[in-house]
């Protein structure tokens, strides 16, 4: 992944493959831009496939943030909101889980609380070369009727300038937000793992709890994704 980082393709297409993973490209019909995706190949080399996920790197671009989505399905529809992240602004990186987090014994699908997985290890070199992300999660409304987003900045504080603009623009959406870092907020993600790593490292993150009321709606999805890419746009800008 590093190499892909770095934009050097063909290296991380050969290292890729002694671990059973693809890299292909192709140009997103919404955007228009050309992205790389690399994926479990274990399945098409006569194995089963690893449930190790995917990542989507934007390719026109060098690269300045990433969008994660830890619960694909199991949170819904919060893979679609990273997908129209992905599109909103240039420089980002999608880092998609593979499997449910109900998977497997105990927790050990879910990636968000876990260090020992494909998705801790890509998000780990992002926050190794400082870049900013936002990690999506999903929520039952009854879990919090009085909020339809929680926005936290996990376990620090390096990210509350980007959660001030964020919650500004989902306030302006007329989404009832609670910000985690001036009042205390259920599912804050103190515990996220990827948040840890971020705060060891004094990088920004952004962990992002919707209602299933937003996940289900594709009008209030987009909002949402819309109020993410005005901070994403300032990421792209440096």
């Known amino acids: 992944m590093a190499l892909l980082l770095d934009g050097n393709q063909e290296a ?26 690399v ?22 671009t060098p690269i300045r943030w990433s969008v994660q989505v830890p619960h694909p399905i199991a ?11 992905l599109r909103g602004e240039p420089g980002g990186v999608l880092v998609l889980a593979g499997a449910h987090r109900n998977a497997g014994k ?52 390096r990210a509350v300038a980007d959660a001030r603009l964020l919650s500004k623009g989902l306030r302006a959406a007329d989404l009832e937000v609670c910000q985690a870092w001036s009042r205390k907020c259920k599912l804050s993600g103190t515990s996220n793992e990827q948040g840890l790593d971020a705060a060891e490292t004094d ?22 994704a819309s109020a993410i890419s005005k901070l994403t746009e300032r990421w792209e800008r440096g």
């Not at 290890?121 to 009085?146: T, W, Y």
């Not at 990088?203 to 949402?224: D, K, P, Q, W, Y």
């Open 12 to 37: 991380a297409r050969r290292k890729l493959a002694e671990v059973d993973y693809s890299l292909q490209s192709f140009t997103d019909e919404v955007s228009g831009r050309r992205f790389a995706e």
């Open 106 to 157: 105990g927790n050990a699908a879910d990636v968000a609380h876990r260090t020992d997985s494909v998705f801790h290890s890509v998000i780990d070199e992002l926050i190794k070369r400082k870049m900013p992300g936002v990690q999506l999660h999903g929520f039952a409304n009854e879990s919090f009727p009085e909020f339809d987003v929680v926005v936290s900045t996990g376990a620090g504080d």
């Open 203 to 224: 990088a920004r993150f952004l962990h992002i709890e919707m209602n299933r009321g937003i996940r289900t709606n594709a009008e209030s999805r987009s909002e949402v």
């Open 75 to 85: 949170d819904e529809n919060t893979e679609r909101v990273g997908a129209e992240v």
């Open 39 to 60: 994926s479990d190949a274990a399945a098409f080399t006569g194995g089963r496939s690893r449930g190790w996920g995917r990542v989507y790197v934007d390719l026109s």
